[in-house]
């Protein structure tokens, strides 16, 4: 029997069908992929398979449907894996999911989701990826630790060799099928019944031999953005009172670097920097680029020999990117002006940063405005990156860097996405506050 339900994430409710068979070895959350919800009839089909084996199954919406109208969050793993991670924890919660072994079935950009979530929990007991991306979780294979099954379509080219990279990296039990005759999506006769089969199998093998599932916690550094940001505001008190403005990465830095600005007493901004992606995968990043009086781009200068790009694809997409920072800088913006910058101290907030690449871009478009001193301010981020920047920045103040990092979203309970709306309300308010004082 089908059970319908609504999984709370940060300030939305995710739609789910939680269907658990009789005497059930285990349950298995499913991450759709990109473009995909949890009515996909591929994954229904496999789950069907799955409950007929006697294992629980749970296919739920990654995003809203007006998160997904914004292609940038179909594309935000560390996100989805956000959201997997909260609707394990409610499973877990559960009277039908407590105490069940737990495993996750993961298909194309869901499968990178999926696998970054396993890293951070190391009590799921499978993980099965089907024409699965997992070169965009490339970070974080080498910690999971839970038996692994990667499955690619015979005829599925390019992602055949991205799975057998991943395969090299990761270090848990795993295995690399290659089903026949089969492309990405597994609509050939018999593929897709291959799918489950193998699925079934593996799931069969490592959930049934597990032991009795503890209930797990994966407790957030902060609660909020805004606690977040309250937190960052104390460690710059300093400031207060001197000439200092405040610049958000949008749009998860607006509501932290809101709390910066109030306060120091300082004028809030942007900075916008986008992602430059790579050709055919808009989601796996070649560089970034940063508008402003002096536009400014960086490259990852591995990634581009790697995938061969040409000096023509990057012109045409740094010029893409950047119509996209006018058309997002005026959206936000309204009219209003920009804060000026030269010779004051600048204060750039995110809400954390993974590899920094977005974050660099930013410093340097920043830099050639000649600001008096430029200050980098997070709450949290992986201590290489932080050694990384410093060469960029004239102070880093970053309250948290652990160890083990997987995803920023990994130290916030509340980690929704933030909104253009959010973001011209935040300006609009901090404006308004402007003006307002004596």
Request: charged content about 25%; aromatic content about 6%; proline content about 6%.
């Amino acid at each position: 029997m089908v059970q319908s339900a609504l999984i709370p994430s940060d300030s939305v409710r995710l739609e789910c069908e939680l269907v658990i068979p009789k005497e059930a070895v285990g349950v298995v959350l499913f991450a759709h992929g990109s473009g995909s919800s949890r009515l996909s009839p591929r994954n229904q089909f496999v789950a069907e398979s799955l409950q007929k084996k006697g294992i629980g199954t749970l296919l739920f919406d990654l995003l809203t449907e007006d998160e997904a109208a914004d292609r940038d969050n179909v594309f935000d793993i560390d996100f989805l894996a956000h959201r997997l991670s909260d609707a394990t924890r409610w499973l877990r919660g559960t009277s039908e999911g407590k105490g069940r072994p737990l495993g996750y079935f993961g298909a194309s950009t869901g499968a990178a989701a999926a696998l970054i979530a396993a890293a951070k929990d190391p009590s799921i007991r499978a993980v099965v990826s089907r024409g699965g991306r997992p070169d965009l979780a490339i970070r974080h294979l080498s910690h999971v630790q839970a038996p692994t099954l990667l499955i690619v379509g015979g005829e599925d080219w390019g992602v055949i060799e991205l799975n057998e990279k991943a395969y090299q990296i990761l270090r848990c039990d795993k295995s690399l099928r290659i089903v026949p005759k089969a492309t990405h999506l597994f609509e050939e006769p018999g593929t897709l019944e291959e799918v489950a089969r193998l699925a079934s199998d593996w799931f069969l093998e490592h959930l049934a031999s597990a032991p009795e599932d503890p209930a797990v916690t994966l407790p957030g550094v902060f609660r909020d953005r805004d606690s977040a940001g309250k937190a960052l505001a104390k460690r710059l008190k300093s400031y207060a009172g001197q000439d200092v403005v405040v610049l958000a990465i949008p749009r998860g830095g607006l509501p932290v670097a809101r709390q910066v600005a109030d306060a120091l007493g300082a004028p809030l901004d942007v900075v916008v920097v986008r992602k430059l992606g790579a050709p055919g995968q808009p989601e796996l990043g070649i560089g970034a680029v940063v508008d402003g009086d002096h536009p400014r781009a960086i490259f990852n200068p591995q990634v581009l020999e790697t995938l061969g790009v040409s000096d023509e694809y990057i012109d045409a997409e740094v010029a893409r990117q950047l119509k996209e920072v006018k058309r997002r800088e005026a959206a936000y913006r309204q009219g209003r002006a920009k804060v000026p910058i030269e010779g004051k101290t600048v204060i750039i907030v995110d809400d954390g940063i993974a590899t920094g690449s977005s974050v660099r871009a930013a410093l340097r478009g920043i830099r050639r405005a000649r600001p008096g001193k430029l200050i980098l301010a997070v709450p949290v981020a992986p201590p290489e990156t932080v050694e990384a920047l410093r060469t960029e920045a004239d102070e880093i103040v970053c309250l948290e860097t652990p160890e083990v990092f997987f995803a920023v979203g990994q130290f916030y309970e509340d980690f929704h996405q933030v909104s253009d709306d959010e973001v011209r309300t935040i300006l609009q308010a901090g404006r308004k506050a402007e003006t307002a004082a004596p």
